[in-house]
């Protein structure tokens, strides 16, 4: 009954996203997730995805990896990642109606792992290209999206909490940001991110303890595709 998590598979079985051409450890990197996850995972643990789970622009093209993905052991709750084009924030609820007892979808809602809250929302941080306004209204709307997260925890009667994000939690040189308060104000154990790919990437924000908080990165290609122990049972 471990907790784990793995972030950014990017699958694609069914659009042409060969992602070796971004580097060489992407290499059959599917067969690499799926051995390592069948080793480590037992169908008892839960593991939570942290978004880009697929290249797919829909889920019809989605379909391929969502279901590599269920067929893998374990429980799977899934966070939304900036590739995700399959899942509309608006319809979080409708995806877990149609993948129930099967995948769950973290977004404005929070599920138990023992006695801890897993919350979470995709995230935001400023990578360079961004207009002010765009940047200050994709974190707002993130941030609220969070504190709904937590706070539906919260009113359910948890006190503690483990926090998700897709983005790092912080914009490169940040030493906090609005996201790494709001884990504050709440007390979050740890704070979980991936998107960092590439080894010049991996040190984008913040690794191990920082005002108490844990920060793990768990991108795959960090990871070399081995599913993180979070919490072990
Ligand atoms: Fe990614
Ligand atoms: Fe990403």
Not at 46 to 58: C, I
Not at 87 to 103: I, P, S, V
Not at 155 to 168: I, K, N, S, T, V
Not at 193 to 218: A, M, P, Q, T, W
């Amino acid at each position: 009954m471990s907790l784990y998590a793995i972030g950014d598979l990017h699958l694609a079985f069914s659009v042409d996203k060969p992602m070796d051409l971004f580097d060489r450890v992407w290499k059959n990197h599917e067969k690499k997730i799926e051995k390592f996850w069948n080793r480590r995972i037992r169908p008892e643990d839960t593991v939570v995805l942290t978004g880009d789970h697929s290249w797919g622009r829909n889920l019809g093209e989605c379909t391929a990896d969502l279901e590599f993905i269920m067929r893998l052991p374990g429980r799977k709750i899934l966070l939304r990642g900036n590739h995700d084009m399959f899942w509309d924030a608006k319809k979080t609820e409708r995806l877990n109606e149609q993948f129930a007892g099967r995948l769950e979808f973290l977004q404005n809602n929070f599920y138990r792992y023992q006695d801890y809250a897993l919350v979470g929302t995709k995230g935001y941080c400023y990578e360079g290209w961004d207009a002010p306004e765009h940047f200050e209204k994709l974190m707002a709307r993130e941030l609220a999206r969070l504190r709904t997260s937590f706070e539906a925890a919260r009113a359910a009667g948890f006190e503690r909490y483990l926090m998700f994000l897709h983005y790092p939690p912080t914009s490169i040189g940040e030493m906090e940001s609005p996201f790494t308060q709001m884990a504050e104000e709440y007390g979050a154990s740890k704070v979980i991110y991936s998107h960092c790919h590439g080894r010049e990437r991996f040190d984008d924000s913040f690794k191990g303890y920082v005002n108490g908080i844990e920060y793990k990165l768990v991108s795959a290609d960090y990871l070399k595709f081995k599913p993180e122990l979070i919490i072990k049972e």
